[in-house]
């Protein structure tokens, strides 16, 4: 009876090892079975609400407000069609951003129904706190629900229009004289519009034709290519690391940052270390180019692509809820007006289908994907699909902790580390999730700086300290990466 009762204990085990594969060694593009996917190690407390429009239960939220307040919408600052035209820029004068904290209930169904409402939109936030842009003609209202519901919340930008218009000043004669000489024009002085980041790529191709090549992976909605620098000595060996940016079009210091990378390779690539010699770069430094572009002409804190909708009153898919691992789960909308609009189905867009079809079908071997957001200071791992993370939980977790010594070591920023679910709230149709579903080993979303004084509106003397960091976490992987 005993031995009975062990054999079919050990019969059951070694079942339960053999059949399950191990992470990285299932068939790419597979679903991870859920009994691989492990629970948080530390779950938190807190209640899951997300950002998104769809989730928030707002019956509570509206108990607490008025009628008046509930009901009265106030138009979009700039109507859609307007938009469209990119005639006028959008004008931020007199809107605020507010650090609210979200810790007491019911915080976050008031700020999802100030939402819907169109008084507010959320920026960054993690589970205590959230960053609020207060609409000019609704701070007055708005302040007067917070303070009647006992809300916490800072003031951190009093005047948003005059943040953008100080962000990103014309480079000085000197500087100017120099990108004519240099034979591209990008700097790390300044934000630079598509063209001048194109420029720069072809350049150095033309440059380093031997270690460096550019292809245009597909094209954006509007028409615009899609450009992978890749770096490489050749050597059939490498292990292939893929680094993108830009997937949000507001948040310039990623492709800032991407280009940085570039720049440091290319213009050094015999003197640098092993570890990065040895390693097949591929960089999409803007994956989102419409969007990005638009941030530029018509509304600087655009976010989404360019598609419009069907019904074409609005604009947009959030192509980080686009990718198609379990795609249009928590954290995403089915609301083409929403900011985290996740798409008709997954790979509806262009871009997030370029940016698959290219990693899928490359020879490279990837053994990382890293992508490039701001803003918070997070390095994160999967997954975001769901508060869960996946068996190498553990080794994602040291290499994101390696990384992120490495750059306050620099005598830099101080990066928070965990899965996206755990740190952040779930949001589904993730492109590293998407990464991870493929076999690639180090998946990472990096949440460049700030931590909410600037936001996404970083002034550009940023521009050089945050990528400066951020190689130096960049070359903690490199490491790993050879080592795997
Ligand atoms: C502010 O509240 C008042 C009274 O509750 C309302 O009449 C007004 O329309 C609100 N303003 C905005 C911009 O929502
Ligand atoms: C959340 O954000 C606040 C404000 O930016 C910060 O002080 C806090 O440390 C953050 N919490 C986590 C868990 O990252
Ligand atoms: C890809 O790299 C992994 C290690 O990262 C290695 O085990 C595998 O053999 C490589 N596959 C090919 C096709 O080179
Ligand atoms: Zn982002």
């Known amino acids: 009876m005993e031995a009975c009762y062990r054999t079919a204990v050990f019969l059951l085990v070694t079942t339960a090892v053999l059949g399950s594969p191990l992470i990285n060694d299932l068939e790419p593009g597979k679903y991870w079975p859920e009994r691989l996917s492990v629970k948080q190690p530390n779950e938190p407390e807190v209640e899951y609400t997300t950002f998104d429009d769809d989730l928030i239960s707002t019956t509570e939220a509206t108990a607490k407000l008025t009628e008046d307040e509930a009901d009265n919408a106030i138009p979009e600052i700039i109507s859609r069609a307007a938009e469209a035209e990119a005639e006028n820029k959008v004008d931020y004068s007199g809107a605020q951003v507010w650090k609210v904290s979200t810790e007491k209930n019911g915080v976050r169904a008031v700020i999802g129904l100030l939402r819907r409402r169109n008084l507010i939109a959320t920026w960054a936030g993690n589970q205590s706190y959230v960053d609020v842009l207060v609409k000019p003609q609704a701070v007055e209202n708005v302040t007067r629900v917070f303070k009647r519901e006992n809300i916490d919340f800072n003031i951190i930008i009093d005047d948003l229009q005059k943040r953008i218009n100080e962000e990103n000043p014309p480079l000085d004669d000197l500087e100017v004289e120099l990108q004519d000489r240099r034979g591209h024009r990008m700097t790390w002085k300044q934000y630079h519009r598509i063209e001048d980041i194109y420029g720069f790529l072809d350049y150095l191709a033309k440059t380093y034709p031997a270690i460096i090549s550019v292809r245009s992976i597909g094209k954006s909605y509007e028409g615009r290519d899609l450009k992978v620098l890749r770096i490489s000595n050749g050597q059939p060996s490498n292990r292939a690391v893929f680094i993108d940016g830009g997937i949000h079009a507001r948040e310039w210091i990623s492709p800032a940052t991407v280009t940085y990378f570039i720049n440091r390779f290319a213009e050094n690539f015999q003197d640098e270390d092993d570890d990065i010699k040895n390693i097949d770069w591929y960089f999409l430094p803007v994956v989102n180019p419409d969007g990005y572009e638009y941030t530029h002409t018509a509304d600087r804190l655009w976010r989404k692509n ?125 492109s590293d999730d998407w990464a991870k579903g493929q076999g ?45």
């Not at 790979?347 to 698959?356: D, G, H, I, R, T």
């Not at 700030?450 to 003397?461: H, N």
């Open 306 to 430: 360019r598609k419009p909708a069907i019904a074409r009153q609005c604009y947009g898919t959030d192509l980080n809820r686009n990718f198609g691992y379990r795609w249009g789960g928590k954290g995403s909308s089915s609301n083409p007006c929403s900011d985290i609009f996740r798409g008709s189905r997954m790979f509806s867009e262009p871009e997030s289908k370029a940016v698959s079809e290219f990693i899928k079908n490359a020879a490279a071997n990837f053994t990382a994907y890293l992508t490039y957001h701001s803003y918070g200071q997070y390095i994160l791992y999967p997954w975001g699909y769901d508060n869960a993370v996946p068996p190498d939980h553990k080794s994602l977790d040291d290499v994101g902790k390696a990384m992120a010594t490495a750059i306050q070591q620099t005598g830099g920023s101080q990066y928070t580390v965990g899965s996206s679910s755990g740190v952040l709230y779930p949001a589904a149709g993730g």
């Open 440 to 484: 690639i080993k180090y998946s990472f979303t990096i949440e460049l700086s700030d931590t909410g004084r600037y936001g996404f509106i970083l002034p550009t003397s940023f521009i050089e300290p945050v990528a400066k960091e951020s190689l130096a976490g960049l070359r903690v992987l490199a490491s790993y990466v050879n080592k795997y």
